[in-house]
């Protein structure tokens, strides 16, 4: 089976770009109208530049789509309170019919710390965080009653359906965290030549703890602009077991990206 192509919405950019329901929208359904298989929206309370808030954008472009998966790339989830995360989750699958993808990551060092000071949670605790959250995430998100870190129970309704979990990072912690709870690990640019052998160690993890080993979604910020090269890629990454690659914006026009990946998408 090829591999299949998601983009990033235009959330992101300088400080002299603008925002709007409009781009969201329209890109949204450019990418859906393109036969790309997923959309993403980048996760930080303070950037290095201006950024939507993920979970706004993503239910803006579910809403103007019908097929086109919507995805966290990646939703900080230690940001949050993990029941009101849940809530913005369900719901998202709730509105989406069940097209939702949850990427969840720790945090980009390149963005500072900032906006988990601003958020009252210490950048260091993320990692701790995210484990506690993961933990519990899926029966707060399918309806169960979930037990809380100071022992409170709750339980969430409506309940929805569970989405896949992505675990984002290219550490070693990434990948025990990926074996552990998610369906999917989503590096950021591997080395192919790396890739069986992080597969391999993934496999081992999975089996620890009696889990099915998850799948790869592959975040591509660096494919040749050549296409037939970008082709070429393509295929080492399936070869390589990938499933899912998300091309990374490249600061140009969205369209001119989207274009791209389309193209990608009927050379396959």
């Known amino acids: 089976m090829a591999v299949q192509i998601g983009v990033f919405l235009p959330t992101s950019g300088p400080r002299e770009a603008g925002f709007g329901a409009g781009e969201i ?3 949204a359904r450019t990418a859906e109208a393109a036969g790309l298989e997923s959309l993403w929206a980048t996760d930080h309370l303070i950037a290095s530049q201006p950024m939507l808030d993920s979970t706004v954008a993503l239910t803006t472009a579910a809403a103007v789509t019908d097929r086109i998966r919507i995805g966290f790339g990646a939703m900080l989830l230690a ?8 809530k913005e989750i369900g719901t998202l699958q709730q509105l989406s019919d069940g097209r939702t993808l949850l990427g969840v ?3 980009n060092p390149a ?3 900032i906006g988990w000071r601003a958020a009252g949670i210490p950048f260091g605790e993320s990692g701790i965080r995210t484990d506690r959250a993961l933990s519990v995430l899926p029966k707060l998100i399918t309806g169960e009653p979930a037990t809380l870190d100071d022992g409170l129970e709750v339980t969430l309704s409506p309940a929805a359906p569970m989405p896949p979990i992505l675990v984002a990072g290219n550490s070693a912690r990434a990948r025990r965290r990926a074996a552990a709870f998610g369906d999917s690990w989503m590096p950021i640019n591997p080395a192919l030549d790396e890739l069986p052998a992080l597969l391999a160690e993934l496999r081992d993890l999975a089996a620890r703890h009696r889990r099915p080993t998850p799948t790869v979604t592959v975040v591509a910020p660096a494919l040749p602009a050549d296409p037939n090269q970008a082709a070429a890629a ?7 077991g990938v499933e899912r690659v998300i091309l990374a914006p490249t600061g140009q026009d969205w369209r001119r990206d989207y274009a791209f990946a389309a193209d990608l998408r009927a050379a396959q």
């Open 105 to 107: 990551g720790t945090g």
């Open 25 to 27: 929208r329209d890109s």
């Open 234 to 240: 393509l295929v080492a990454y399936e070869t390589a």
């Open 111 to 113: 963005h500072g710390d």
């Open 79 to 86: 940001l949050r309170p993990i029941a009101w995360a849940a």
